[in-house]
């Protein structure tokens, strides 16, 4: 069973920054994608930045220009940092992996973003 843990989140001041972390355990035999997604509140779950194979990365274009992402197979992590954080940026933040076979989730993060 493969596991997900997070931590990083937080209240944060509007223009702040903030970094998130992940790492996974368990038996994985491979990293398809690995990444984060948000829901906010009231809101459908959404893509914030995914790596894929060969480093091909995906951003959501709400965050495109503040978010720098990396992701460490040898170390089963990515890391996900915002800048000039926004009050719409309040969400839930999920860690995402897949493997060769499954979708990962783990249980979230808590970013507050608020004066």
């Known amino acids: 069973q493969v596991r997900l843990v997070e931590s990083g989140g937080g209240l944060v001041q509007p223009g702040g920054s903030l970094r998130l972390s992940c790492v996974a355990s368990g038996t994985i035999p491979s990293i398809r994608s690995m990444g984060w997604f948000r829901r906010g509140p009231g809101k459908q779950r959404e893509l914030v930045a995914v790596v894929a194979g060969g480093g091909v990365t995906d951003v959501s274009d709400s965050v495109k220009g503040r978010v720098t992402i990396s992701r460490d197979d040898a170390r089963f992590t990515v890391n996900l940092q915002i800048d000039a954080l926004k009050p719409e940026d309040t969400a839930v933040y999920y860690c995402?992996?897949?493997?060769?076979?499954?979708?990962?989730w783990g249980q979230g993060t808590q970013v507050t973003v608020s004066s």
């Open positions: 995402y992996l897949r493997d060769p076979w499954t979708d990962y």
